[in-house]
């Protein structure tokens, strides 16, 4: 039976990860390559297994506010991928991503399955295959840091709402996963900070509830076991954050409380709320194929229907009523996932409103509202599975009644119940089936990476330098911040990197520390981007052209090389 549960469970769960396996799949397919701040964050992670190992996380437009360089809380996302990075493989870190968050998923229906049973498990299954079409198909296998985290991100969710449950042994794999997720991105911070006042608020009340009634409980050197070992996880997670704070001054724990503190104009609660209503009201963004990928960021700021306010208020309302009862009636496993979705839609218009006015922050909702695809499929999939529980709870009662009034209870206890067994077995075969033909409708009209024009053309620039730039060589690379070459130099300058080469540019310290500032440090050679056939200084010569079609305009990316070495 356990074995037969366990196949369940996983056939569930690859099923609702079947968007996450075909995007992977077709980026191989694609010849994947870290593009734009994907090849600043491929070069970090390089740099994990060497003398200048990376202490903070990617670099994050937070520090405009205060004009110092700010950087996200930790380099975790690096330590994943050190290892393809370090050796070049930008297979092995298309494949990391996309096994980290089939992971996720598979830990989510397991976990949905342990607490909720069957039902929940299959509901949870099907919420997450659904909301995988709200999501851009590089998404699920991007290393790029906001996307990086959105699985892992649901996987928190069902840690904490674990947790609640008085699942106690989950306390060092939620600590890792919560460590990962705010390290990615400071977007996920407050709802990680509310799911973890959930969780670990709900494992304490829980044993004082238990201990107050007289029941069992569990040894608390069991408990203090794992807390410890949670520490032990945490101190590992967030040590060369701590190192950092140290050494530096300031460091970047303070700009970033500097940042979040500052006083600045913000779009304010009006947004915020219209985030939580694009998020659960009708239609909800978990159910919608967006236009594009960045369309969020529009959506927030325009009003919402009369339909969508309505319906947001009223599933709040039936949230809050279910919180309620299921306290009422000690139903902890209910009770903690309807205050977990409770708990992100606050944290949800939090991000929201205090994003700043200006026009390069508040552009960065295009993709910090992501995570309202999951707050919002959390709020529905809580109210699902209580209405299924008093559909549950009603045929019962039911039952009871009418076996009350057999006269010939004996005759008649046996055949129910095999017939309940029958119709359960096909029930749960056709929800399987469900979430399956869902799965696959969803991965195959999943669409080509937004950068996927772009990979040949890298490539092709790649394999011309191989040929031309030594390994061990100290490169100038110089390029336009603007145009075709921008998202084109970072992927170069990876290549470069993994081949051994120390990349120096101007002002590179922003983003990728003082290790690749010019800095006026002696050169082998220096190479020079331009999305323009004309030369860009003197004494250089071209060695490559890469034409490439974005969809709206037809590009080249000429390099230029100059033999001389300078400063």
């Known amino acids: 039976m356990r074995a037969g549960e366990a196949l369940l469970t996983l056939a569930a769960g690859l099923a609702a990860s079947a968007p996450v396996i075909a995007a992977t799949v077709r980026a191989l397919q694609a010849h994947w390559v870290p593009i734009a701040d994907r090849g600043i964050i491929a070069t970090r992670a390089h740099d994990v297994l060497t003398s200048h190992t990376p202490l903070v996380g990617q670099y994050t437009l937070a520090g405009e506010v205060t004009g110092h360089v700010t950087h996200s809380l930790g380099p975790m996302l690096f330590w994943l991928l050190a290892l393809?990075?370090?050796?070049?493989?930008?297979v092995g870190m298309t494949l990391t991503m996309g096994a980290l968050n089939t992971l996720s998923i598979l830990g989510c229906v397991a976990l949905a399955r342990r607490h909720g049973g069957r039902a929940l498990m299959l509901m949870t299954a099907l919420a997450i295959a659904l909301m995988c079409q709200s999501l851009a198909a590089e998404t699920f296998h991007d290393i790029w840091n906001p996307s990086a985290a959105l699985f892992p991100f649901t996987l928190l969710i069902f840690l904490c709402w674990s947790l609640a449950c008085g699942s106690y042994r989950l306390l060092p794999a939620t600590v890792l996963v919560a460590s990962f997720v705010v390290q990615a991105?400071?977007?996920?911070?407050?709802?990680?900070l509310g799911l973890l006042?959930?969780?670990?608020?709900?494992?304490?009340?829980g044993g004082v509830l238990r201990r107050n009634r007289g029941a069992p409980g569990v040894r608390r050197g069991r408990v203090l076991a794992w807390t410890l070992a949670s520490l032990a996880v945490g101190a590992v997670c967030w040590s060369a954050t701590v190192v950092e704070q140290i050494s530096e001054h300031p460091g970047n724990l303070t700009l970033v409380v500097e940042s979040a503190s500052t006083r600045k104009a913000t779009l304010g609660a009006g947004v915020g709320w219209h985030a939580v209503v694009r998020a659960v009201g009708m239609p909800p963004w978990w159910l919608r194929t967006p236009a594009s990928r960045w369309q969020r960021k529009y959506e927030v700021?325009?009003?919402?229907?009369?339909?969508?306010r309505a319906s947001c208020i009223a599933m709040l309302a039936a949230l809050a009523t279910v919180f309620a009862a299921a306290l009422a009636r000690r139903r902890r496993e209910l009770a903690a996932l309807a205050l977990s979705a409770l708990v992100l839609c606050p944290a949800l218009a939090a991000v929201a409103a205090s994003t700043p006015t200006p026009r390069l922050l508040s552009a960065t909702l295009g993709y910090t509202m992501w995570w309202g695809s999951q707050a919002g499929m959390v709020v529905w999939l809580a109210l699902a599975w209580a209405l299924w529980l008093g559909v549950v709870w009603t045929v019962r009662r039911l039952r009871t009644a009418g076996r009350e009034r057999t006269a010939n209870a004996v005759a008649t206890s046996t055949a129910p119940v095999r017939t309940g067994s029958i119709a359960a077995l096909a029930v749960t075969l056709l929800a399987l089936g469900t979430v399956t033909a869902v799965g696959g409708v969803v991965a195959a009209q999943g669409g080509s990476d937004e950068h996927v024009a772009t990979y040949a053309a890298v490539r092709a620039i790649d394999a011309r330098l191989q040929a031309l730039v030594p390994p061990t060589q100290t490169v100038l690379l110089e390029g336009r911040l603007d145009g075709a070459t921008m998202p084109v130099k970072p992927a170069v300058r990876y290549f470069l990197v993994a081949r051994g080469d120390r990349v120096l540019a101007p002002g590179s310290f922003l983003r990728l520390g003082s290790w690749y500032e010019l800095d006026r440090r002696p050169y082998q050679e220096a190479l020079y981007l331009s999305d323009v056939p004309r030369a860009?200084?003197?004494?250089?010569?071209?060695?490559?052209a890469a034409s490439?079609?974005?969809?709206?305009r037809s590009n080249t990316v000429y390099v230029w090389l100059s033999d001389r070495p300078g400063r």
């Open 548 to 552: 490439f079609n974005d969809g709206a």
């Open 536 to 544: 860009p200084t003197r004494g250089v010569r071209l060695v490559s």
């Open 185 to 192: 991105h400071l977007a996920y911070l407050p709802p990680t």
């Open 84 to 90: 393809p990075a370090y050796y070049g493989s930008t």
């Open 197 to 205: 006042a959930v969780g670990l608020g709900g494992l304490a009340v």
């Open 301 to 308: 700021r325009a009003k919402p229907t009369t339909l969508a």
